[in-house]
């Protein structure tokens, strides 16, 4: 008997406590606990983040002689206040302007703003502050607290902030962003760095969040074992060089031992996509590969690659022949993909095979009836939608899927009671009860044909035994650090799906 590649559990959690993720909410219940517990008071905490801030400021930021610090009346402003007084200790010409200079502020900000009046510093409007002088803006704004759309005179600033082509470094949230869901609320700063402090924020790590953020450093400030013993994380993040090594294959391996899969797709004048699915699978190490296609199809996907096996007919017998689906990449909607999907779905219901859905089979699965939905288990099936996909799937919005991508990915788990892997920057895998957020991957990928490939990596990967929840994780994390490392060698733009075959052979095969 062979062994399977992985020994992870179905409810997988990294060791790491910076692999974490939280809400804000969470981090605003328990960090005082946290800090006590790690034998700081809030004020010495408040210190700590400035401090923290201010450390990454100058070696992100080396050049930089005049600062500009905008601050808000919340915490985050208080975090401001001290990475002005430090840098104005450092020697630079440090300025601090306020959204609202006669707002007064309380607790440990309170102190902090007074720490820098006493030492000679003034705050201004922020009207009155000549962006294009500055080398930096700190952005001490609006903190994780906002829960409705920028307004006002915050709503001009962000936008003048923006509008400036000075860089930005965020306190902990670009303001103006959902630290738990990454949606903008109404407007928000287009940081090129964050440093978050404490404990990582959901809303930063996928989606616009990522974009919005910029580069993301975490500082976890010293009491992240103190948080962590306290707070339940919201999710996880997970990327390949986290998740334990594949195992080796035994030494009296043979084909037998590596799956059947039948990959689904194909319909006239579409070979491309599943040429693709199959030979990633291919590569990921699934011994026996057969394409069902539109015999339209046939010639354009079996030229080049001959060890794919083809069919066009007689689909009956190739299902039963089969060991694992997966079905989708250029299927069509047409009479012929409806009957083929029909087909499928009724096997899957009598058999429960291991599975994977994408593309068109989303789109089918969407409008199919209950008993095709339930053929689906979450012990064997993965599902694979980006936004427009999940839209449909769960019948609303792109914009709706967008502003929460995490609730989004656990609905769809829950509905169709599958693994869900909703595709996007921060990819998330999940199975309605516990989520991952994947930390590989890059913009080069949004190319034609990424989509395909990734289905046939965790198609391959079911076919060698691994269950949903592992072959949807470590699927994701190959595919986006195969990515990465095309992009390391010869840049992101210009990548192709078929450009990650390589690194990806070299990825499964463990020194």
């Known amino acids: 008997m062979q062994k399977t590649l992985t020994t992870l559990t179905e409810n997988w959690a990294p060791s790491s406590l910076s692999q974490k993720v939280f809400l804000a909410q969470q981090v605003r219940q328990h960090e005082k606990a946290a800090a006590t517990a790690s034998g700081y008071q809030m004020h010495a905490l408040m210190q700590r983040a400035g401090q923290g801030v201010f450390r990454h400021l100058k070696v992100i930021f080396p050049y930089v002689h005049n600062l500009l610090v905008v601050v808000g009346a919340g915490n985050n402003a208080g975090d401001g206040y001290v990475v002005a007084t430090l840098a104005k200790f450092f020697g630079w010409q440090v300025t601090v302007a306020a959204l609202d200079p006669d707002k007064p502020l309380h607790g440990d900000a309170y ?84 440093v978050t402090v404490v404990a990582q924020k959901a809303g930063l790590l996928t989606g616009q969040g990522k974009s919005y953020c910029g580069k993301l450093i975490y500082d976890d400030l010293d009491i992240a074992d103190a948080f962590n013993a306290i707070a339940t994380p919201h999710a996880y993040l997970v990327n390949y060089a986290h998740l334990p090594t594949l195992n080796k294959r035994e030494a009296n391996a043979h084909k037998g031992h590596f799956g059947r899969l039948l990959t689904l797709g194909a319909n006239t004048g579409m070979p491309g996509s599943l040429r693709l699915t199959s030979e990633a699978a291919l590569r990921t190490g699934a011994a026996l590969v057969r394409a069902y296609c539109h015999s339209d199809s046939r010639l354009p996907i079996s030229m080049g690659r001959p060890e794919l096996m083809l069919a066009s007919d007689q689909l009956s017998i190739h299902l039963d022949w089969s060991s694992c689906i997966a079905i989708g990449p250029g299927l069509g909607t047409d009479e012929w993909a409806v009957s083929l999907f029909n087909e ?65 990915a656990q609905s769809l788990a829950n509905k169709y009671n599958a693994i869900a892997v909703l595709k996007g920057a921060g990819s998330i895998i999940s199975n309605g009860e516990q989520s991952w957020i994947c930390t590989d991957g890059n913009p080069g990928m949004a190319t034609a044909g990424m989509g395909d490939t990734l289905t046939g ?51 499964v095969n463990p020194t």
């Open 111 to 194: 102190t902090a703003q007074q720490t820098w009046l006493s030492e000679g510093g003034e705050v201004i409007p922020w009207r009155d502050a000549d962006f294009s002088i500055y080398d930096v803006v700190v952005d001490g704004i609006l903190g994780t607290g906002l829960n409705g759309p920028v307004r006002g005179d915050a709503l001009d600033l962000v936008h003048a902030i923006n509008a400036s082509s000075i860089p930005v470094l965020s306190i902990d949230v670009p303001s103006g962003l959902n630290s738990d869901t990454g949606a903008p609320l109404g407007a928000c700063i287009n940081a090129d760095c964050t």
């Open 344 to 408: 499928v779905m009724s096997h899957l219901h009598s058999t429960q095979k291991p599975c994977v859905i994408d593309a068109d089979g989303l789109n089918m699965l969407a409008d199919s009836s209950a008993s095709h939905q339930s053929a689906l288990s979450k012990e064997y099936s993965v599902m694979t939608p980006h936004p427009g996909e999940a839209a449909r799937l769960l019948g609303c919005s792109v914009t709706e899927i967008e502003q929460d991508r995490l609730k989004a």
């Open 457 to 507: 990596i965790i198609a391959g990967l079911l076919a060698q035994k691994m269950t949903a929840t592992e072959a949807a994780l470590y699927g994701v994390c190959l595919h986006a650090n195969a990515a990465d490392n095309v992009a390391h060698q010869y840049g992101q733009r210009g990548m192709l799906a078929s450009d990650l075959f390589e690194p990806l052979r070299v990825l």
